[in-house]
């Protein structure tokens, strides 16, 4: 939150594939490599493909979706090699943040670059510089200066090899070659990535000119091209280097280059730096390149009441007649891809519990212009991308209740399930294949008939109101109640979470070739009993002559009739969902955990555990097969905070506490992290005994290290997150509602172009009013809207809120400009997204 801001970061991103790898060296008969691509904020990765065996041309097809939970100066892509003893980077692909626009929602070759120690920096350093008069050592009468370089803390410095023992050397290069060096170094700060150093060094400066303005004039010649130089280094035995003729262990972890030309003399200078990389010497090869589609954006969230006008304007569009006039209607057409539109509005409607007549508005504008029942959304408009968005976001914990056990058991089993004579392997039989892939599909059309009465309510009421729609303009065509829903709940909803289970979080890893074709089977089969229930005759609608003896195998009409009565079911309006009793894993992985120990002292170690959350309780194993050690029932989960990094020296430590003790956990990284504790908050948030207060630091050695209470069971002493104002945790409209001001601001040439055509659709129709002549005019109106006056109106009122909008931000940025230090911690010397975003460079510390 800056300023009653929130900065909101979301990153998506599609792993293509890559191409013309290098040969491996340690495979010399085919050349070819076992890899997967990882994507990392600057040193930290937050998520990896599956594993592509034996490809010099790698088709990953992996997508990754998060929200960006800390600040980042690079996006990097990496290609690894897995090796038998420690895995191998081929090459990588390194983003600056202000550059992500470039490539933003369109696919892109990227090259591979070498990747080493020198290239591989992140961290800052924080330096004071100050000249000032001493007497000359040497007996002269003229005054020297000495030049004094504070080196005061680092912070995030690069780990290597699993430590970092950093120290600084500070050197001074001058002279007209720059062969002239001073080199001083300070002493080694043990197990810590961000070392406080404060060490003053001096560099004695001799008087060579008669302009006191600069401190270049006191270098030891006449040269201006003085330099001072802040490199960090690692101390390892393992690494040695020579410096002016001395030996130092050392692996390098950045530096900072200072002119001293472009310094003033009169003050000192006080700032914090970007370390940068040093060019690497070693010879480039060409290391192939990378197909990526990355989508980022930055979304600049105000105070709710900036976003009144906007609200209001978009919850009264259910109520605009036309539809096409509401602004709801506006936004699905002027954006490019109706999904981008979708995902906000749907949202902010169902937020504010109008999301039904949304859709039932939009359903009825457009069943009532179809001639032919079966062309029913079959396009990609923006009714059927809200239904779409509303199953994923209402529908997800339904989907797993009732497919995740089948699908683990398809990925578990390793049954035959190839039904094309044409790929069957010589060790197959084709019957067998068909009887596990019959068992299969039986087993999931019967969880999908015994589930109608979990379907989530809303879902239920929009499947009833397009069923009354459809059945009211088509009332001859029995089949039409059945197509509209099966449409959505079938094709669009069940066969796409089969076809890909990792999408919807059924599974985490990707399925390899033979279960991908099984799953591909099985989604096509769900489809074409879709199709099948929903028709007016007996076919089975496959493309493919090999999947019809399948459905001949077994009773079709049996199951056609189970599953018009699930469609009977779903779309009948309720008001109140049926209980879930039934176990739903909501989320599960492996982390660490710190031992919650059952001695009030003693050394408490940490272990690697697979976590699992269920709407019933939190529990961990040894691993994913194994009875779990400890399970927490959600209702004993009182609150869920993160835990400061200096109680452990851990990075992305967060808490659950519990009525007598407090499990402290450690993610793999920050997205992880922020997406655990996101749902451990909501789980929270349902629990009447919740805690309004927390200890934000860890409970060790018998005390808290934040307040020093002895009691582990003692009341908090900060308010918890959720208690905090302005954070939402659930739907959070008012981001939803900056997305949309977003669209809308992106594509302001459309809406005023738009504008401007239905002003003259205006005028022209007010010119047919007031005709008085006896004659028809000779010229007609081009084709008018179906209420030119009301579209006109409401892309007036958008304009006027996205205009006010804009405006509010642009005094934010104007703002925080002003407020904003070049060189203090928050924004280094080296910020290239501060210098981009404000055009030079301000006053510095």
Not at 447 to 475: D, G
Not at 512 to 531: C, E, F, P, Y
Request: hydrophobic letters at 35%.
């Amino acid at each position: 939150m800056e300023g009653g801001v929130r900065i909101q970061e979301t990153l998506r991103v599609k792993i293509g594939e890559a191409k013309h790898l290098p040969p491996s060296s340690s495979n010399v008969t085919s050349g070819l490599r076992d890899t997967y691509c990882s994507v990392a904020l600057d040193q930290e990765q937050i998520f990896k493909t599956s594993l592509i065996e034996r490809n010099l041309n790698p088709f990953y097809g992996e997508e990754f979706q998060c929200e960006i939970p800390r600040k980042f100066r690079f996006l990097k892509f990496y290609v690894h090699e897995k090796t038998v003893k420690q895995d191998k980077i081929i090459g990588n692909v390194v983003i600056k943040k202000e550059e992500l626009h470039k490539y933003h929602g369109k696919d892109h070759w990227l090259p591979l670059h070498p990747v080493d120690a020198l290239s591989e920096v992140q961290g800052k350093v924080h330096v004071e510089l100050r000249l000032s008069e001493c007497l000359d050592t040497r007996g002269s009468h003229m005054p020297s200066h000495r030049l004094s370089v504070r080196v005061v803390e680092c912070s995030d410095l690069t780990v290597i090899n699993g430590a970092c023992n950093p120290y600084a050397e500070v050197t001074l290069t001058f002279g007209k070659m720059q062969k002239n060096v001073e080199n001083k170094r300070t002493a080694v700060k043990k197990k810590t990535i961000c070392p406080q150093f404060d060490e003053t060094f001096f560099f004695d400066l001799k008087k060579k000119g008669q302009n006191h303005d600069r401190m270049t004039q006191y270098i030891v010649d006449d040269s201006t091209n003085a330099e001072l130089s802040i490199s960090l280094w690692h101390d390892d035995s393992r690494v040695s280097r020579e410096v002016l003729g001395h030996m130092f262990p050392g692996a390098f972890l950045g530096e900072v280059k200072i002119l001293l030309k472009d310094l003033d003399q009169t003050t000192a200078h006080n700032a914090w730096y970007f370390l940068s990389p040093r060019e690497s010497s070693s010879k480039k090869h060409e290391l192939g390149s990378l197909r990526l589609k990355i989508s980022y954006t930055a979304d600049h969230v105000f105070l709710s009441h900036y976003y009144n006008d906007l609200r209001n304007l978009l919850l009264k569009s259910p109520e605009v007649q036309p539809i096409t006039s509401s602004a709801a209607y506006i936004l699905g057409e002027v954006v490019e891809q109706r999904q981008e539109a979708a995902q906000p509005l749907v949202k902010v409607f169902l937020h504010h519990e109008k999301l039904v007549p949304l859709i039932e508005a939009l359903s009825d504008w457009e069943i009532s212009r179809i001639s032919d029942p079966n062309t029913i959304f079959r396009g990609n408009t923006l009714a059927s991308k809200c239904i779409d968005e509303l199953m994923k976001v209402v529908g997800m914990h339904y989907l797993h209740d009732t497919l995740k056990a089948i699908i683990d058991e398809i990925f578990d089993d390793h049954l035959p399930c190839e039904v094309d004579p044409t790929r069957l392997s010589p060790s197959e039989n084709l019957d067998n294949n068909i009887n596990n892939l019959r068992g299969y599909i039986e087993k999931i059309i019967v969880a999908i008939t015994q589930s109608a009465l979990q379907c989530p309510t809303i879902m239920c009421q929009v499947f009833a109101v397009l069923k009354e729609i459809a059945t009211k303009y088509f009332p001859e065509n029995k089949a039409v109640r059945y197509q509209v829903v099966s449409g959505f709940i079938f094709l669009r909803f069940y066969a796409p979470a089969i076809l890909g289970p990792k999408l919807f979080q059924l599974r985490q890893e990707t399925p390899d070739q033979s279960t991908s074709r099984k799953l591909t089977l099985i989604s096509k089969a769900v489809q074409s009993l879709g199709n099948l229930v929903s028709s007016k005759h007996a076919s089975y609608g496959f493309k493919e002559d090999y999947m019809v003896p399948l459905f001949r195998s077994f009773s079709t009409e049996h199951h056609t009739a189970a599953l018009r009565t699930f469609l009977d079911i779903v779309s009948t309006a309720r008001t109140q969902s049926r209980t879930i009793t039934t176990t739903i894993v909501l989320k599960e992985g492996m982390m660490t955990k710190r031992a919650q120990g059952r001695r009030r002292f003693g050394v408490k170690n940490f272990k690697r555990r697979y976590f699992c959350l269920t709407n019933q309780y939190l529990s961990y194993a040894k691993s994913k097969d194994d009875e779990p050690l400890c399970e927490i029932p959600v209702d004993e989960i009182l609150a869920v905070e993160t835990v400061e990094e200096e109680s452990f020296k851990m990075k992305y430590m967060f808490q659950v506490v519990q009525p007598q003790r407090t499990l402290y956990i450690q993610a793999n990284n920050c997205v992880e992290m922020k997406e655990w504790t996101d749902i451990l908050s909501k789980i929270c948030e349902m629990n009447e005994n919740r805690l309004h207060f927390y200890h934000p630091a860890g409970f060790v050695n018998g005390h808290y290290l934040c307040c020093n209470a002895t009691e582990q069971t003692v009341g908090g002493c900060a308010p918890v997150t959720s208690e905090l104002p302005d954070i939402k945790v659930v739907i959070d409209p008012d981001l939803e509602l900056e997305r949309i001001h977003s669209l809308f601001l992106s594509n302001m040439e459309k809406l005023e172009k738009l504008q401007v055509e239905q002003k003259s659709k205006c005028d022209t129709c007010a010119e047919l009013e007031v005709y008085s002549g006896t004659e028809t005019p000779s010229k007609p109106p081009t084709a008018i809207l179906e209420d030119t006056k009301t579209c006109f109106e409401t892309l007036s009122e958008i304009l006027a809120c996205v205009i006010s909008l804009e405006q509010e931000h642009k005094q934010y940025v104007k703002d925080k400009h002003r407020n904003t230090v070049y060189g203090s911690q928050e924004t280094p010397i080296g910020d290239e997204n501060y210098l981009l975003m404000s055009g030079h460079i301000q006053t510095k510390l």
